[in-house]
């Protein structure tokens, strides 16, 4: 629905720098403000004297492969269903029902995905090898959006370019104190051919790291098939 923040902030009419300042936690939004926002994103607030609306729950009837013939079928509350997108759509807010590719059902009690809520899974793009031989074409990621800390240089993340187009690289941000700003910098694992993409927070993501990290890759299915 929203490509990023600045995007929200347009449709709701809202100053896009109030926003901004909100996402850092630097300065509340007025009452009229967040209203804009609710109403923009078709969200309502329940007081506790209201009843809840009710919740569709949709199961999936997974056939079960031939190995799993004669075992107890498995439980649906064990497993996430997260949503497949492709590459360069892939980003934060809601997902378009256009860019949806299809469900990606993930088993929730694995350790890495336990405690994880906000995932998305990203199809590397045909004919995109910038991260090879890590990451080949057709390979799926499971992106956490909630998990935007890049402090540690080399950590695979989803993030976007200026121009609002995702990708998977691994990031390095750089604090720079006497500009108040930080360097981004987007590298590629095949570097001979993807030279690396630097970025200022300031002045190319308006200062908002939400259009500029979307999040962490936490875990990676690979075709192997042909290895």
């Known amino acids: 629905m929203f490509r990023n923040p600045s995007h929200l902030a347009a449709e709701a009419h809202v100053e896009q720098a109030s926003v901004s300042r909100y996402l850092r936690n630097e300065k509340g939004l007025s009452l009229e403000s967040v209203g804009k ?16 609306p009710s919740r569709e729950v949709c199961w999936v009837d997974a056939k079960v492969v031939a ?10 509350e064990d497993y996430y269903a997260v949503p497949l997108v492709d590459e360069a ?26 405690h994880r809520a906000d995932l998305i899974a990203v199809r590397i793009a045909k004919g995109s090898d910038s991260m090879a031989p890590t990451l ?10 909630q998990d935007k800390n890049a402090d540690r240089p080399g950590r695979i993340m989803l993030v976007m370019d200026p121009d609002g187009a995702g990708k998977v ?19 590629s694992d095949n570097a001979a051919v993807y030279p690396p993409e630097v970025y200022s927070l300031k002045r190319d993501f308006e200062g908002d790291w939400h259009r500029a990290i979307v999040g962490r890759v936490i875990w990676a299915w690979s075709d192997v098939s042909g290895k």
């Open 67 to 76: 190995a799993g013939n004669g075992l107890p079928s498995p439980e649906h």
């Open 37 to 52: 926002l609710l109403d923009a994103i078709g969200a309502r607030l329940v007081f506790p004297d209201e009843q809840l």
């Open 136 to 145: 080949a074409p057709g390979d799926i990621v499971l992106v956490d959006r």
């Open 89 to 114: 759509g892939a980003g934060p807010g809601i997902i378009p029902q256009g860019q949806l590719i299809s469900w990606f059902l993930v088993w929730r009690h694995q350790e890495t995905i336990r």
């Open 169 to 187: 690289k691994r990031v390095h941000a750089q604090h720079l104190p006497e500009e108040k700003d930080y360097r981004l910098t987007y590298y």
